[in-house]
């Protein structure tokens, strides 16, 4: 573990569940207004990028500033240096793997979300730096949540996986089998640096956002389950943290 890793985790305080009807209501609220927010900007895919076949969803994620349209091309450079239009840039955009099915006949079983961001874990900049605040306990205490939509459907991301993966790993997979499936979400928990009370299944549609880190040989990865936009009692329960995660 790297001193500035472990220096955050030394430094989080562990909070109190959320409990009963008056947490259950406030996360219920948060969810609505996220699900409300990426709704309307599926809209503002339609009128941005009316020509623009690439343009597949949307991604939210309360607290930072990643709030922005995602694409996707026939393979994973493309928008590696391009912005949402095409034109060069070093920070990219987000974009889902190639293999990913954003369609009305999807999601996939696990849909990659790539993105920069700035190296050495640092919490404040552009595209995915953020998700690093999520190496904060607090924060991650407060954020079991993020938002996607497609421009078919909606959904309310939970979290259940914060932590760093070797480069080129299993989660990159859009379709794994059922057995390879088992192993990545057991994978998952292992890497995690939280035990977050969540535990998804073979049933379940996942989506897994991936970012760089100062380490060229490792990826920051988070992964969350796919709950459709009318599920409720999402979010809750103690999050504690793991001691010994694996790759950090």
């Given at each position: 573990m790297t001193t500035h890793k472990k220096f955050l985790l030394c430094s989080f305080v562990v909070a109190l569940a959320l409990a009963g009807c008056g947490a259950?209501?406030?996360?219920?609220?948060?969810?609505?207004?996220?699900?409300?927010?990426?709704?309307e900007a599926v809209d503002t895919i339609q009128a941005d990028f009316p020509d623009n076949a690439d343009a597949k969803g949307w991604l939210l994620f309360p607290g930072t500033e990643i709030d922005n349209v995602v694409m996707q091309a026939a393979d994973n450079s493309y928008y590696l240096r391009r912005d949402e239009k095409g034109a060069y840039s070093i920070w990219g955009c987000y974009f889902a793997d190639y293999e990913a099915d954003l369609t009305a006949s999807?999601?996939?079983?696990?849909?990659?979300i790539y993105g920069h961001s700035s190296l050495d874990d640092e919490t404040e900049g552009k595209k995915f730096t953020e998700l690093k605040k999520l190496n904060l306990f607090?924060?991650?205490?407060?954020?079991?949540?993020?938002y996607f939509s497609t421009r078919d459907a909606s959904y309310v991301a939970e979290i259940f996986s914060v932590g760093y993966w070797p480069d080129s790993a299993q989660y990159l997979y859009a379709?794994?089998?059922d057995a390879a499936f088992e192993d990545l979400l057991e994978e998952a928990k292992a890497h995690s640096i939280y035990n977050y009370p969540v535990d998804p299944g073979l049933d379940d549609h996942i989506i897994t956002l991936s970012t760089c880190t100062g380490n060229d040989e490792e990826r920051f990865v988070v992964m969350?389950?796919?709950h459709p936009e009318n599920s409720s009692d999402i979010g809750a329960g103690e999050l504690t943290v793991n001691e010994t995660p694996k790759g950090a």
């Open positions: 259950q209501e406030e996360t219920y609220t948060e969810n609505k207004k996220g699900l409300e927010a990426v709704s999807g999601p996939s079983r696990n849909t990659v607090d924060f991650a205490d407060e954020h079991r949540c993020f379709d794994p089998t969350a389950v796919l």
